[in-house]
Structure formats: structure tokens, C-alpha cells
């Protein structure tokens, strides 16, 4: 096609219905969200004591197919409290990607432990498992329980993938390397909510899951995240360290470890509860705006990410890959100053100051991503 660029831009004003600027992705308040803030109000329960609270893990545990969800006040928190539980330590490494949200390698960095990027594979963008395999083999051996990295001496304590943009990695592999190498598994499924692979929802094959419930996230209540886990003890700790660690008793503050006060407000609560009962009607509407995106750039020389087989992707962020570095430039700048919201990936977080300590492996198919992706409006209230 010629001039991809102008038709995109007509092709999204068309589904959008809009000649005004276009957010890459915007949350929608349909349901019962205003009901549920002024019951809250009303309760006058609205900081972390409260049945919202209660009730949204309840229900978000029952989605995602796991035994227990702990509600945090975001992502990140819900992450950094997973790693702590998981025993992440002090100049312990942790693997992860190098294309992802800065929170995931914060998170490692939080814990004092020192992050390892392995790259992702081109197709899904998450972890690739033959590069996760390769590194271990390469580097690491078993010993008293724990994968010692026999080059640096440190305990290799963590593994960290993430579903990129929504699309499931390939998780099976890495959850089944993880386990030969007894290293635990944290997924980072933050933009994954509604991704599937198999019948399993993603976030649900380590000893713990992450979600989040950002603005920008598929659903949102303002801020907030939570841990999803199949183990009894994980998921006690994680309310325990959450609640700032204080022992249950009527009058007495007793803290037994250190905690954080990181538990998800009921107020938060009420919007993510009234949320999650839209969920299956946005990822339907995500679902039929892909698949038009999809006939759109297969008229053209781009290319349309999508789910591999036998996964079922949200479709968060739609994705495409320009030709190169310069195409993707022009296709940014002439979509961004045309009031079409678009979006390269993340800088890798390797080359972000705060990870000039991390170890670095071969990471070619992330710098490839990094130079072609771009993200494409995604909200899910198109015509
Ligand atoms: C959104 C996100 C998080 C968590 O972010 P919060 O804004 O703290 O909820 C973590 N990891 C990834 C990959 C994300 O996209």
C-alpha cells in the first residue's frame, strides 16, 4: 500500500467515530461504578477495611482460576511483594526481559538483588524459553535446592517473565525450565488479564501472579494490583507483609516484620469490582477491534502482531512492526502530529542509569522489537 500512513489514520477516525485526538487507550466507565463509590461513601469504609475489597479478590481469584488473590495498592506493589515472599534477597539475581514496564526490573532492584536480562522471542515478545535454557545451562547449576550461577557466585533465585502488550509467553517451557533449574516462577501479567494459554489464565502457572489495574490496563480502578497464588502460606504472607505486617488483635500494634501498607483501598476496590463485571464485554470488543486491524495491515507490507497458537491473547495494546528504525519514526511522527496517539516500546531497561549493575545477555530480538514496534489506539469504545 502507498500511503499506509494517511489510510491508517482515516481507518482509525473511521472506527473510532472521531475526528478529535485519539488516546492509545482510554478506560470506560459503563456499568456499576458509581453505585459501588457511593455505597463506600455512604459506608464511610473507603480506606482498606472493607467488603469490595473482599469481594474483588474473591471474584478475580474465581476469573483467573487460582485459590487466593491479595489485593494491593498497585502493580508494582504487588510485585515487589511477591518477590519479597518468594525469599528474593539481597544480592540474589532474578531474570527477567529487558523489554518490558521499568516496574519489573524495579521491582528486583527493590529486593536489592541484582536483575539478569534474557531475551524475548519475536513472535510473543515475552521470555524466550531457549534463552532462558541457554543462560542457565551456560551458567548456572543446581546445588542444596538452590540454581547457583557459578560464574558470579549469587543465588539465581527468581524468573520473572511477562506477557507482553497481552500476548502470552510461551509458558509452559518456561515454567517447566524453571523447575529443573529450581528456580521460582513470578509472572509478571500486569497487561495480561483475559490471556490465555490453554485454558489456564496467565498469571496462574508460577507460585505467584501479578496484575494490574492502572489507567491504562485492559480494566482499571485508579491504581491498584493484586497476587494471585495457588498456595496457602504465599497468600497469608502476602496479606500479612501488605497490612504492615501487624498481628490481628483489637487494640495492641504489634508488628511482627518488616511490612508495607500496600493493601488496595476499598474505595479503589468498589471501581475494580464494578470493572471486572465488564471484562468479558472489553475483551470481546478488543478481540473484534484486532481482527480489523488485522484485515487492515494485511493489505500492507506491515506486520500485525497476534496471539501464537494455542494461547488466547487479550489484545491490550495492539502492535505492529515497521521495516526499520527510520519507517517506524516516520509512521510515529506523522500519526502523533495527525492527533492519532501511538507509541514505540519502552527503552530497554538495560539502558535505563538504574540498571547499569545488571547482567546483560544476548538480547537481539529485544533490540530488534525495540527499534520496529509500535503500539496502535487500543481503547475498547470504538463504533
Ligand atoms: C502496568 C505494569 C506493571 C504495574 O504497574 P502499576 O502501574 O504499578 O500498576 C508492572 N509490570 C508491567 C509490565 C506493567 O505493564
Known amino acids: 500500500m502507498e500511503d499506509m500512513h494517511t489510510q491508517f489514520v482515516s481507518y482509525v477516525r473511521e472506527l473510532y467515530g472521531s475526528s478529535d485526538y485519539i488516546p492509545l487507550h482510554e478506560p470506560k466507565f459503563g456499568g456499576n461504578e458509581k453505585k459501588y463509590l457511593s455505597d463506600v461513601i455512604d459506608s464511610t469504609f473507603v480506606s482498606s477495611v472493607g467488603k469490595y475489597v473482599d469481594t474483588f479478590e474473591k471474584n478475580i481469584a474465581n476469573y483467573c482460576g487460582v485459590k487466593y488473590a491479595v489485593a494491593a495498592v498497585n502493580g508494582t506493589a504487588a510485585l515487589h511483594t511477591a518477590l519479597k515472599i518468594a525469599g528474593v534477597k539481597h544480592s540474589d539475581e532474578v531474570i527477567t526481559q529487558p523489554l518490558t514496564f521499568v516496574a519489573s526490573g524495579n521491582t528486583i532492584l527493590y529486593c536489592g538483588a541484582v536483575p539478569v536480562f534474557i531475551d524475548v522471542d519475536k513472535d510473543t515478545m515475552g521470555l524466550s524459553p531457549k534463552s532462558l535454557e541457554d543462560f542457565l545451562e551456560k551458567n548456572c547449576k543446581v546445588s542444596n535446592g538452590n540454581c547457583l550461577n557459578v ?13 507482553t502488550f497481552g500476548f502470552p509467553a510461551r509458558i509452559n517451557e518456561i515454567s517447566e525450565i524453571c523447575n529443573r533449574f529450581h528456580v521460582k516462577l513470578i509472572e509478571d501479567a500486569a497487561e495480561s488479564i483475559g490471556s490465555y494459554v490453554g485454558d489456564k489464565h496467565t498469571g496462574s502457572f508460577g507460585i505467584m501472579g501479578v496484575l494490574s489495574f492502572n489507567g491504562n490496563k485492559t480494566i482499571t480502578c485508579g491504581g491498584g494490583g493484586i497476587i494471585l497464588t495457588n498456595d496457602d502460606t504465599l497468600a497469608k504472607r502476602a496479606k500479612h507483609i501488605t497490612t504492615t505486617a501487624k498481628r490481628p488483635h483489637k487494640w495492641e500494634y504489634f508488628h511482627d516484620e518488616l511490612g508495607y501498607n500496600y493493601r488496595m483501598p476499598n474505595l479503589n476496590a468498589a471501581l475494580a469490582c464494578a470493572q471486572l463485571e465488564q471484562l468479558d464485554l472489553f475483551l470481546k470488543n478488543k478481540k473484534q477491534l484486532a481482527d480489523l486491524y488485522s484485515v487492515f495491515f494485511a493489505k500492507t507490507s506491515t506486520s500485525f502482531i497476534k ?77
Open 151 to 163: 560464574k558470579t557466585g549469587r543465588r539465581v533465585a527468581a524468573c520473572i517473565p511477562m506477557h
Open 307 to 383: 496471539e501464537i497458537k494455542g494461547t488466547k491473547a487479550n489484545y491490550w495494546l495492539n502492535t505492529i512492526l515497521l521495516k526499520d528504525k527510520a519507517e517506524r519514526d516516520i509512521f510515529l511522527e506523522y500519526t502523533n502530529s495527525n492527533k492519532v496517539m501511538t507509541r514505540p516500546a519502552w527503552t530497554l531497561l538495560n539502558k535505563l542509569p538504574a540498571f547499569k549493575e545488571a547482567f546483560v545477555g544476548n538480547i537481539e530480538n529485544s533490540l530488534w522489537l525495540e527499534e520496529r514496534l509500535v503500539n496502535i489506539p487500543s481503547s475498547v469504545s470504538f463504533k
